[in-house]
């Protein structure tokens, strides 16, 4: 029977894994050439395998170590999150947050959820909706925080990202071949008829409206039964539909800000908790605004 691994030399092995270098390792560790060696060589022995080839140019992984590498990067993370939470300081207190129904089932979900677990003391409130909702909730003191769209830089924020909003349409149909083009749209929304509408009027596309709806899930649905072609964000375009791209006529609707909203009124180490988590759940779409339409 095999000793128990111990996490730091787990830790050490991925470290000179990723390095492909002892060297190399042992700089970003902190330690000496020789202790990384020797801790290789102990960890090898734990396993009853060699876990590196040795070459003039540094190692690469056995069979063995490939095998052994998953193991050791889901240990070492969980090691890590298990330290993060037992050092976070616990918060208490009600929170009310904002979001747009577009992040509803992508960016936020598990982020909230991870923050209503290590912060179980923590009352946490959400508002699904969409901007014109969030920033009167945000006027009338319902919400702390809100996160909220921006099309022509005129809100005061935090930016969050920069999230374009395209047209999309299924990959199974060929709706934007057909003139006029069926779309899908907000009821009443001066942001399609400013931008949706308009950009398809600016490259001269017939359309014809086939379907109305108050969420981005109904035009997310629309979609995708290949009922129409919709303006949707990017980050949030579903399974089985496509961008529509410039080189096909249809240009990128907007460069939508994404941006976070404070309460002035509402302050304290919760909701500070909340907006780090917030910005960091944001850190995938954080790109410049320059690269936005790349």
């Not at 936020?108 to 969409?130: I, Q, S």
Request: glycine share 8%; aromatic share 6%; proline share 7%.
């Amino acid at each position: 029977m095999y000793p128990p691994l111990e996490s730091d030399l787990l830790r050490i092995f991925v470290a000179v894994a990723q390095a492909g270098n002892v060297t190399h390792a042992a700089d970003r560790l902190g330690r000496t050439q020789s202790a990384i060696s020797m801790q290789v060589r102990k960890l090898e022995e734990s396993v009853g395998a060699t876990l590196f080839e040795r070459g003039p140019r540094g190692v690469a992984l056995t069979r063995e170590g490939q095998r052994l590498l998953p193991y050791a990067r889901r240990i070492v993370g969980l090691v890590d999150e298990t330290t993060a939470a037992m050092r976070t300081v616990p918060l208490d207190g009600p929170v009310r947050v904002g979001i747009p129904e577009e992040y509803n089932q992508t960016v936020l979900p598990n982020a909230l959820a991870a923050f209503a677990e290590v912060h179980p003391d923590t009352e946490v409130t959400v508002l699904c909706g969409y901007t014109a909702q969030q920033l009167a909730a945000l006027e009338a003191d319902e919400l702390d925080l809100a996160i909220i769209f921006d099309w022509c830089d005129g809100v005061t924020g935090e930016l969050l990202a920069i999230d374009p909003t395209v047209w999309v349409t299924s990959v199974a149909h060929n709706r934007h071949l057909e003139r006029p083009m069926p779309i899908a749209v907000y009821w009443r929304s001066s942001w399609c008829r400013d931008f949706a509408l308009r950009s398809l009027e600016r490259h001269a596309i017939p359309f014809r409206t086939a379907y109305t709806c108050d969420t981005s899930g109904g035009l997310r649905s629309a979609v995708m039964s290949g009922l129409t072609v919709a303006p949707l964000s990017r980050s949030n375009i579903p399974p089985g539909t496509r961008e529509l791209t410039a080189a096909e006529g249809f240009p990128p609707i907007d460069a939508s800000r994404v941006v976070l909203k404070r309460n002035p009124r509402r302050s304290g180490p919760t909701i500070d908790g909340m907006a780090d988590m917030i910005r960091k759940s944001f850190g995938p779409l954080a790109v410049p605004a320059d690269q936005a339409f790349g």
